[in-house]
């Protein structure tokens, strides 16, 4: 299926030959093939839950490819705080612009607004669901780093239970053939659902409680933390808070080329002594998020063929 017109909500939704597609795209963008696909369109920009990467690192993308950019950083300021719904603001500002992204703290918010709007939705974040747009950069980080997707055994290390980003990576591996070791505490493990459909995907995938169980041959080791804003109760936060904390003694132990990754933003869980190895690519990685958001929104709004 083309880009064009196509709301990006869910890595349900794609192949791996959407996600090679978006990776060239986004190479394309980095080296300068590709530029002002955005010239004379306007993109929505709505954020009804916090951000500082995926705002501001979207903005950044719309100006840098001529776009023009309306929205909000927080609800507060929109017209939901005298009342009105959600659908209703996706009704209005619909006819404002040519592509609209949203987050939202509800799960399945960003489809709602997908199925009321009549320009591509660009789903920003969705409560603990799914983060697809920071799953495209952490592609795309991992092939510039190793030249291939294919096969690589990954790490995820964290709030497996809440954290988005780690929910649509996950599925956006299987479709590479990965092999992933999930490490976390009891409660906060992979959702049973992306297990079943990993297993159903035939992908082989192990479950530890600590970094130093999940052996000597990472390519990747994806660090999250633990996401406070997602627990009804805060002792139940308080108990798995601070359980990890990867320091470059970690690195040397997971055999030390592992590459370190992280969605930001970070608390407690990398300690910045890691930040000097050379196996520490989280703020390149960030800085991936310009060309890879440049490039989807070139592909959806057909600025990109
Ligand atoms: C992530 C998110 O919002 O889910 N942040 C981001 O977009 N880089 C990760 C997080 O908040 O922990």
Redesign the pocket.
């Known amino acids: 299926m083309g880009f064009a017109g196509r709301s990006i909500i869910s890595l349900h939704d794609m192949t791996a030959g959407d996600l090679n597609r978006i990776i060239e795209a986004t190479y394309d963008t980095k080296s300068g093939r590709e530029s002002g696909f955005l010239r004379g369109k306007t993109i929505a920009v709505m954020f009804f839950?916090p951000?500082?990467?995926?705002r501001l690192s979207f903005e950044s993308a719309i100006q840098r490819s001529g776009g023009t950019v309306i929205g909000f950083a927080n609800p507060t300021s929109s017209s939901q705080s005298k009342g009105e719904s959600f659908a209703d603001t996706i009704r209005t500002v619909t006819g404002y612009c040519d592509a609209m992204v949203i987050?939202h703290p509800v799960e399945g918010s960003a489809r709602l607004a997908s199925d009321i709007a009549t320009v591509p939705v660009v789903n920003?974040?969705d409560g603990a669901n799914q983060?697809p747009t920071?799953t495209f950069l952490d592609l795309f980080t991992m092939w510039e780093s190793f030249g291939r997707l294919d096969g690589l055994h990954i790490g995820m290390l964290g709030?497996l239970k809440y954290?988005?980003?780690v929910h649509s990576l996950a599925t956006a591996m299987s479709m590479f053939g990965a092999r992933m070791t999930f490490i976390s505490p009891h409660t906060l493990q992979m959702p049973d659902m992306i297990k079943r459909e990993l297993t159903e995907a035939g992908i082989g995938f192990r479950e530890v409680r600590q970094p130093e169980e999940a052996g000597d041959d990472l390519d990747v080791l994806y660090v999250?933390?633990i996401?406070r804003e997602r627990f009804g109760d805060p002792q139940e936060y308080e108990s798995v808070a601070h359980s990890f904390r990867i320091t470059s003694e970690t690195v040397r132990s997971l055999g030390g080329r592992v590459l370190v990754m992280h969605?930001?933003?970070r608390v407690d869980e990398i300690s910045e002594d890691v930040d000097l190895l050379p196996n520490a690519i989280y703020f390149r990685q960030?800085h991936n998020?310009i060309p890879t958001r440049q490039a989807l929104l070139g592909l959806v709004t057909g600025g990109i063929s």
């Open positions: 839950e951000s500082t990467r995926t987050r920003a974040g983060h920071q709030d954290g988005r980003t999250t933390r996401q969605p930001l933003p960030a998020g």
